[in-house]
């Protein structure tokens, strides 16, 4: 499929070249067809990697390094900006990592074993509400040791922790650039990743070019990349069969992706389908008086039908979700299929009646508009229908735009609303850990002693993941019996593109954020 020549405005250019300090990007200049463009529903919601523990990791994790990341087919963290990183002792309580030489960042200030206790630093100083700090408990100090060295001591033992280092979260920052006690607010991007940030129009664009002060694993098929943000899943497909985007990332709408698989092999767009840990869930609010109740989340958990929901509006683009961890990760467990069966309207009644409520319960759903696709809506309109069709409850749905839907359910305001999680990084623990504890990923505080003091600390000390099943069956045991988190259901990865784009299976990483380095135009073979 041949794109609109108004994206090809890079094709009577040689090359372009961008300086910012000392630093150069490039774009390749066998590049006639211009860049590669990708379309996505998941806009970041910042540029600053200390304020983002949410979908703005898609951009990060181009622009960006750490000190570990997932080179195409790999399933555990390996070097990048470091050449080597290793625990150094055997309680998993102190790892080292060794710089590659001569690092430096997009403007050519040098990125030393300073800069990387700097970003992580920052990160904790600056705390963000429902910022990635949640993610570094387990941290006590950085340590910095000579120009290329070094060293993280942990209060506690931690074989997460390079797994960790691993999210985009803790991307390394030009310490001239970022301060350490503030977020960074000129809207501006100093990274050491495989592309620079040319230009960024918010909700709208990021405009990708290679960085040649880049060091590490990446091997960039492309020159440049173009990331176009849509508000629904509508107005990218569209612009997929149009020609006027490259690629679909994420936010594909159930329909559009079965539209696709039924249009397989007479459009000139491929479907790829993989392995997919996205989770769905409702969260509970405990400060809500009807929320709060166990009464009430358990008779939701007892009418809440899954398969309707997967087949009906979703169209078996999903799977129906039974805990907290998917399936396909050790620990993965069906508690919530195993005390509850299947929906029932009578057992429902049963345990409102049991805790002396008889009227119909009051409830408002609350969803983000632009954050999940655009199938989110018909969602959470089939949750009203079946827990109004009992007559048990009053249900009521709203939503708004991320921005202030975020900072409404950190405020409090919401009784009931759903979250979508892309894993940090592919292990159980990163399915359990970010969503308890009196600070946590959901702004929402669940304390839970077991589960954070005994069991989480448990499996930390374990660099096997495979021996640590046990504690993860035993915590959401917890999660099930206490129903703050209601999980709905899996997804599976689509990725659509032009027959053209080649890499797009190597180009998404365990924790599914897409490398665009991997993808690759065909025609210009």
Not at 181 to 199: F, H, I, M, N, Q
Not at 476 to 489: A, T
């Amino acid at each position: 499929m041949k794109r609109n020549r108004s994206l090809r405005n890079l094709s009577a250019i040689a090359s372009i070249s961008l300086v910012t300090g000392c630093g150069v990007f490039s774009a390749d200049a066998s590049e006639e067809d211009g860049p590669i463009v990708v379309g996505t529903t998941s806009a970041p919601s910042t540029l600053d990697p200390a304020a983002s523990w949410d979908g703005s990791w898609e951009l990060f994790r181009n622009i960006y390094q750490t000190l570990l990341s997932y080179p195409a087919g790999a399933s555990a963290p390996e070097p990048d900006a470091a050449e080597s990183c290793r625990f150094t002792d055997d309680s998993n309580r102190t790892y080292s990592c060794t710089l590659r030489e001569g690092m430096s960042f997009s403007d050519g200030h040098e990125l030393d074993a300073g800069a990387v206790k700097h970003s992580i630093d920052r990160i904790r100083k600056i705390a963000v509400d429902g910022g990635p700090a949640g993610l570094l408990g387990s941290l006590e100090r950085v340590e910095a040791k000579g120009e290329r060295e070094v060293v993280f001591r942990l209060n506690k033992p931690d074989a997460t922790f390079p797994f960790v280092l691993a999210t985009p979260a803790m991307s390394i920052v030009d310490p001239e650039e970022y301060p350490a006690d503030a977020l960074r607010e000129d809207g501006k991007v100093t990274g050491s990743g495989p592309y620079g940030l040319d230009s960024y129009e918010e909700g709208q664009e990021a405009r990708l070019v290679r960085n040649d002060e880049y060091k590490g694993f990446a091997d960039r098929k492309n020159g440049s990349v173009t990331i176009r943000y849509f508000q629904d899943s509508d107005g990218m497909a569209a612009a997929l069969r149009d020609g006027k985007i490259d690629v679909t990332l994420r936010g594909l709408a159930a329909k559009d992706v079965v539209g696709f698989e039924e249009r397989r092999g007479r459009d000139e767009i491929q479907l790829v389908e993989g392995v997919g840990t996205e989770i769905r869930y409702l969260v509970f609010n405990p400060k809500d008086p009807w929320a709060r109740k166990a009464a009430v989340r358990k008779a939701v958990a007892q009418i809440v039908d899954r398969p309707a929901i997967a087949h009906h509006v979703y169209r078996d683009t999903v799977e129906p979700l039974y805990s907290m961890v998917p399936r396909g990760l050790a620990g993965h467990t069906t508690g919530f299929f195993d005390d509850y069966g299947s929906p029932s309207t009578s057992k429902a009644r049963q345990i409102l009646l049991e805790a002396g409520i008889a009227e119909r319960v009051p409830l408002t759903l609350w969803y983000t508009t632009d954050r999940y696709g655009s199938t989110t809506k018909p969602e959470f309109e089939e949750l009203r229908r079946q827990l109004n069709e009992t007559g048990l409850f009053s249900v009521t749905v709203k939503g708004r735009p991320w921005k202030t839907y975020e900072a409404g359910y950190r405020k409090g305001e919401y009784p009931v609303f759903g979250r979508g999680w892309f894993p940090d990084f592919p292990d159980a623990e990163n399915f359990i850990a970010p969503f308890v504890g009196e600070r946590n990923a959901l702004g929402t505080p669940y304390r839970s002693p077991r589960i954070t003091d005994v069991l989480l600390p448990e499996s930390r000390r374990e660099s096997d993941r495979g021996d640590v099943v046990e504690q993860f069956e035993k915590a959401q045991d917890i999660l099930v019996d206490d129903v703050r988190l209601l999980p709905l259901w899996q997804g599976k990865q689509y990725v659509a593109a032009s027959e053209e784009i080649s890499g797009i299976e190597r180009s998404i990483d365990p924790s599914t954020i897409m490398m665009v380095w991997e993808l690759d135009r065909k025609t210009s073979w």
